[in-house]
């Protein structure tokens, strides 16, 4: 089930039962309230009944008529619909009437809602009154008196009101239209119900679709990416919690767009490693075996071969170098180092003294200018980063020309360069120098014995110290390279 759907049939639930089980308190309440209200005032009539029956009594100068007095207090009581008697136990109405009367104490009243064979409702109160002395007689009072207006009520016989019993005062409410009242009420209040739930059906089914359109668009936006467009994004409205998780959505996929591609390029660069490297070796490894195979097949001069053993000892030479390169690189990713404190200034002599047959070599003359300071190096890696980038250096230079290498402090680090005035790189080049197997000239670098590792080594080296190699170059002009490590604090020295 969609969540729309959900959110609209949760809300019409909570709608229905809230407005049904408020209306049915309600109706409750109202019917109570008019149930309350009209036994009180049967309870106020009845009293004013025995009220007004004690004080005949006890002003009784004339017959006492019965029927003549509940005919007077009826006329009081204007146009209520409450039915009066006085009667004996056995007269109360209602099939349990006299065992209801049974139990009241003597001047008690109790009161109960009682249905009759019709289905009506009426309020009954009795009030029980012990009669004392002498009061009536056979042939005063109770001669003719007929069966009253009231509903079950008998003839009153002269043993009924003898000296020393009971005398039951009652009255009889109909309450019938209290009942009448409350079903109109149910019967309109579920219509009432019937039209609230309509009206809020259509109010909460448009709603619902409304607030869940966002989630709506960001599942979109999900299939879109899970079928491969990573550049897709959700559009952001409002502030509420959709529109921060749309906003983290966006967050997540630029995240997971990004690991993509760098993923997509560690991917191509793995497979331009692989063919670089089976390139790399199928050049020399094809001379060596081309010359080799000549040596052992021909007769051949002297100069030819040396010429060819010429070959196949350069050729072994670039392949040792890619060995050790690659040997070190995986060295590098297997292994974590610790920096210690290095002073820079002997270091950078260090540095000279092992470059010096390199620098005769290629007749190279090197420029040192450090800065005193006290640095965090691996030293042996450090050596062979510096060795590696004035090699470079050396190889991109004419004979008779000048490296320099400097070291200088630069807020809080500690800056090395090396420089030369070579031929340069390509702009569009610098980018890519760093790649394993990269190599801007080809041809040259494989004359000098070039695998294309060295600043891929290089670059990792500087990593492991907290920066990457930063190149400047203009063709024609030289090339310089940098990268900062860090300065001892003085609790490292």
């Given at each position: 089930?969609?969540?729309?759907?959900?959110?609209?049939?949760?809300?019409?639930?909570?709608?229905?039962?809230?407005?049904?089980?408020?209306?049915?308190?309600?109706?409750?309440?109202?019917?109570?309230?008019?149930?309350?209200?009209?036994?009180?005032m049967?309870?106020?009539?009845?009293?004013?009944?025995?009220?007004?029956?004690?004080?005949?009594?006890?002003?009784?100068?004339?017959?006492?008529?019965?029927?003549?007095?509940?005919?007077?207090?009826?006329?009081?009581?204007?146009?209520?619909?409450?039915?009066?008697?006085?009667?004996?136990?056995?007269?109360?109405?209602?099939?349990?009437?006299?065992?209801?009367?049974g139990?009241i104490?003597?001047?008690?009243?109790?009161?109960?809602?009682?249905?009759?064979?019709?289905?009506?409702?009426?309020?009954?109160?009795?009030?029980?009154?012990?009669?004392?002395?002498d009061?009536?007689?056979?042939?005063?009072?109770?001669?003719?008196?007929?069966?009253?207006?009231?509903?079950?009520?008998?003839a009153?016989?002269?043993?009924?009101?003898?000296?020393?019993?009971?005398?039951?005062?009652?009255?009889?409410?109909?309450?019938s239209?209290?009942?009448?009242?409350?079903?109109?009420?149910?019967?309109?209040?579920?219509?009432?119900?019937?039209?609230?739930?309509?009206?809020?059906?259509?109010?909460?089914?448009?709603?619902?679709?409304?607030?869940?359109?966002?989630?709506?668009?960001?599942?979109?936006?999900t299939?879109?990416?899970?079928?491969?467009?990573?550049?897709?994004?959700?559009?952001?409205?409002?502030?509420?919690?959709?529109?921060?998780?749309?906003?983290?959505?966006?967050?997540?996929?630029?995240?997971?767009?990004?690991?993509?591609?760098?993923?997509e390029?560690?991917?191509?660069?793995?497979?331009?490693?692989?063919?670089?490297?089976?390139?790399e070796?199928?050049?020399?490894?094809?001379?060596?075996?081309?010359?080799?195979?000549?040596?052992?097949?021909?007769d051949?001069?002297?100069?030819?071969?040396?010429?060819?053993?010429?070959?196949?000892?350069?050729?072994?030479?670039?392949?040792?170098?890619?060995?050790?390169?690659?040997?070190?690189?995986?060295?590098?990713?297997?292994?974590?180092?610790?920096?210690?404190p290095?002073?820079?200034?002997?270091?950078?002599?260090?540095?000279?003294?092992?470059?010096?047959?390199?620098?005769?070599?290629?007749?190279?003359?090197?420029?040192v200018?450090?800065?005193?300071?006290?640095?965090?190096?691996?030293?042996?890696?450090?050596?062979?980063?510096?060795?590696?980038?004035?090699?470079?250096?050396?190889?991109?230079?004419?004979?008779?020309?000048?490296?320099?290498l400097?070291?200088?402090?630069?807020?809080?680090?500690?800056?090395?360069?090396?420089?030369?005035?070579g031929?340069?790189?390509p702009?569009?080049?610098?980018?890519?120098?760093?790649e394993?197997?990269?190599?801007?000239?080809?041809?040259?670098?494989?004359?000098?014995?070039?695998?294309?590792?060295?600043?891929?080594?290089?670059?990792?080296?500087?990593?492991l110290?907290?920066d990457?190699?930063?190149?400047?170059?203009?063709?024609?002009?030289?090339?310089?390279?940098?990268?900062?490590?860090?300065?001892?604090?003085?609790?490292?020295?």
């Amino acid at each position: 089930m969609k969540f729309a759907w959900k959110v609209f049939l949760s809300s019409i639930l909570v709608v229905t039962a809230a407005f049904g089980i408020g209306g049915t308190l309600m109706i409750s309440s109202l019917y109570h309230q008019a149930l309350d209200q009209e036994l009180r005032m049967a309870t106020q009539e009845n009293r004013y009944l025995c009220f007004s029956f004690g004080t005949a009594v006890d002003s009784l100068t004339s017959p006492f008529d019965p029927n003549q007095f509940l005919n007077q207090i009826n006329d009081v009581m204007g146009e209520r619909s409450s039915d009066f008697s006085i009667c004996s136990q056995e007269e109360v109405r209602f099939p349990d009437g006299p065992e209801f009367a049974g139990n009241i104490p003597v001047n008690t009243r109790a009161s109960r809602v009682v249905t009759d064979e019709n289905g009506v409702e009426y309020i009954q109160i009795v009030t029980r009154i012990q009669l004392s002395g002498d009061i009536f007689s056979e042939d005063t009072y109770f001669t003719g008196i007929e069966e009253s207006d009231a509903v079950g009520e008998e003839a009153v016989s002269p043993n009924d009101f003898s000296p020393g019993v009971s005398c039951y005062l009652e009255s009889l409410t109909d309450i019938s239209y209290i009942y009448g009242m409350r079903d109109g009420y149910i019967a309109l209040y579920r219509w009432i119900l019937l039209a609230v739930v309509g009206v809020s059906s259509v109010i909460l089914l448009i709603l619902s679709h409304f607030l869940t359109r966002p989630l709506k668009r960001l599942t979109n936006v999900t299939q879109d990416i899970a079928s491969g467009d990573f550049s897709t994004r959700a559009k952001v409205k409002g502030n509420d919690e959709i529109g921060a998780l749309t906003r983290n959505f966006n967050a997540m996929a630029d995240v997971v767009e990004e690991k993509i591609h760098d993923l997509e390029e560690t991917a191509r660069q793995r497979e331009d490693f692989i063919a670089s490297f089976a390139h790399e070796l199928k050049t020399p490894l094809t001379s060596i075996i081309g010359y080799a195979d000549m040596l052992r097949s021909y007769d051949m001069d002297v100069a030819d071969r040396l010429t060819a053993a010429n070959y196949i000892f350069s050729e072994g030479k670039r392949l040792e170098s890619l060995s050790l390169h690659l040997l070190d690189l995986i060295v590098l990713h297997k292994q974590d180092f610790s920096l210690v404190p290095v002073d820079s200034a002997v270091f950078t002599k260090e540095v000279a003294n092992i470059l010096m047959p390199l620098l005769q070599k290629h007749r190279q003359t090197l420029r040192v200018t450090a800065a005193q300071a006290t640095i965090l190096l691996e030293p042996n890696l450090m050596k062979t980063l510096l060795y590696n980038l004035i090699d470079n250096a050396c190889k991109a230079s004419e004979e008779g020309g000048e490296i320099f290498l400097t070291g200088e402090q630069e807020n809080g680090q500690y800056r090395f360069l090396v420089q030369d005035h070579g031929r340069g790189i390509p702009k569009e080049e610098l980018g890519k120098i760093t790649e394993p197997f990269y190599m801007v000239d080809k041809s040259r670098a494989r004359k000098q014995n070039g695998a294309g590792l060295g600043l891929a080594l290089c670059r990792m080296i500087a990593q492991l110290h907290g920066d990457d190699l930063h190149f400047t170059s203009k063709l024609g002009e030289g090339t310089c390279v940098s990268f900062f490590v860090k300065e001892a604090s003085k609790d490292e020295t």
